[in-house]
Nanobody, 124 residues
Framework: QVQLVDSGGGLVQAGGSLKLSCAAS????????VGWFRQAPGKAREFVAR????????SYADSVKGRFTISRDYAKNTAYLQMDSLKPEDTAVYYC?????????????????WGQGTQVTVSS
């Protein structure tokens, strides 16, 4: 079992930065792939970024590529999403998730465990 707690959201002006954290409990987190998703009001939850079990592979949605960076710290059992050059269209609730499998990691259905979400609001 893995329990995830998201934090780090807030209100920031366009062009600013935020760093989200995803603190995990449970030893299986270190052997799980981790993803970040976001959901804006009235829209479906969408893929943002993911990192493999070994942290050797990362992938990003085109909309955030070059601006967001996903990472993980095994010693702290925590994953991060560094968000730079934020835009108003990045406003959403952000969720981290963990997956025991290693495929289709840009899909919501690939993940068994989810954090509670943290609100990110970018003002223009």
């Amino acid at each position: 079992q893995v329990q995830l707690v998201d934090s780090g959201g807030g209100l920031v002006q366009a062009g600013g930065s935020l760093k989200l954290s995803c603190a995990a409990s449970g030893r299986t987190f270190s052997s799980a792939a981790v993803g970040w998703f976001r959901q804006a009001p009235g829209k479906a939850r969408e893929f943002v970024a993911r990192i493999s079990r070994s942290a050797g592979s990362t992938s990003y949605a085109d909309s955030v590529k070059g601006r967001f960076t996903i990472s993980r710290d095994y010693a702290k059992n925590t994953a991060y999403l560094q968000m730079d050059s934020l835009k108003p269209e990045d406003t959403a609730v952000y969720y981290c998730a963990a997956a025991r499998g290693g495929w289709l990691l840009d899909q919501v259905g690939a993940y068994e465990y989810w954090g509670q979400g943290t609100q990110v609001t970018v003002s223009s």
